[in-house]
């Protein structure tokens, strides 16, 4: 299996950062937990061995260990930036590498990709390596959950700013970001720009990213390519039924061909979700 990550150490210094790692070292400081990362945090709480794919600073894990889970958690992410975030905190074994090169065995129940991490897979053969590797690190019964946007939805055309977003720095220095955000490429990707003003530079810092939006029959088919069979989809984090035409989420739960799903309860009380052993486009609404 891979080995955990020694520890990776970035100091917030805006002069001396390139905007893609600033972009990552302020992830958390932008970004309030919301309704998603509490679906997946519900759904860790009932597995016991979890793997986060494309973990970032490791929030949901880490959460999960304050929570009171007492079974195996790993991390793996491919940005030095964001593990490194994730390993100021034991509360998981936290491996630095890209998803396709996870080698573990049969030794999850859970694997998740949340927060649209999906779309940082930016073509067909990197997807199906990537998801050949979740299917294989799955126990029987295991399930892969994760979550990426619907195309339809058109999404981006909603990403380039109008006005600048104002926030204040970890270091209490006034700071604001604007974005741009182009059309889909032919393969789908959309590349968006952040550019990121402080009195830390003389001109704005650009922070770029690429986002690849795949339809739902051919993501089917990349799942279907590594081995992962659809057992139930969503259009939002509450369990509204997927609708190609207008949901603007693509939430999915695939398991290995030939694989039982185990039965895993996101949510609590009236709210609470189950998600069972079925190929239902809806869950199933529980007390």
């Known amino acids: 299996m891979p080995e955990q990550t020694g520890p990776v150490t970035i100091a917030y210094d805006p002069p001396a950062l390139d905007g893609e790692t600033l972009d990552a070292l302020l992830y958390d400081h932008l970004n309030e937990w919301g309704q998603s990362d509490q679906f997946?945090?519900?759904?860790?709480?009932?597995?016991?061995?979890?793997?986060?794919?494309?973990?970032?600073?490791?929030?949901?894990?880490?959460?999960?260990?304050?929570?009171g889970h007492a079974g195996r958690r790993v991390g793996i992410d491919p940005d030095p930036a964001m593990l490194g975030q994730a390993q100021e905190s034991d509360a998981a074994e936290w491996v630095l590498a890209p998803a396709s090169a996870a080698a573990w065995d049969a030794e999850f129940d859970l694997a998740i990709m949340s927060g649209n991490a999906f779309q940082c897979l930016l073509d067909d053969a990197d997807t199906v390596a990537s998801l050949t590797a979740v299917r294989r690190a799955l126990t029987d019964g295991g399930r892969f959950v994760f979550d990426t946007r619907n195309p339809a939805a058109?999404?981006?055309?909603?990403?380039?700013?109008?006005?600048?977003?104002?926030?204040t720095d970890p270091l209490g220095e006034p700071m604001s970001v604007v974005q741009e955000a182009g059309e889909p490429d032919g393969e789908g990707v959309v590349r968006l720009d952040a550019?990121?003003?402080?009195?830390?530079?003389?001109?704005?810092?650009?922070?770029?990213?690429?986002?690849?939006?795949?339809?739902?029959?051919?993501?089917?088919?990349?799942?279907?390519?590594?081995?992962?069979?659809?057992?139930?989809?969503?259009?939002?984090?509450?369990?509204?039924?997927?609708d190609p035409d207008s949901s603007g989420s693509i939430i999915t739960v695939a398991t290995p061909f030939g694989r039982k799903g185990l039965r895993l309860r996101a949510g609590a009380g009236d709210g609470a979700l189950e998600v069972r052993s079925s190929r239902s486009n809806r869950p199933t609404d529980t007390p």
């Open 195 to 242: 550019y990121f003003s402080a009195s830390y530079w003389d001109e704005p810092l650009r922070a770029s990213c690429g986002l690849r939006f795949t339809a739902p029959d051919h993501l089917d088919r990349l799942l279907e390519a590594a081995g992962l069979a659809v057992e139930a989809r969503f259009g939002t984090f509450t369990g509204a039924a997927f």
């Open 154 to 167: 058109k999404a981006w055309r909603t990403w380039t700013s109008a006005e600048p977003y104002r926030f």
């Open 40 to 67: 997946y945090l519900d759904l860790v709480m009932a597995a016991e061995r979890v793997l986060d794919v494309g973990c970032g600073t490791g929030t949901i894990l880490r959460r999960a260990r304050a929570g």
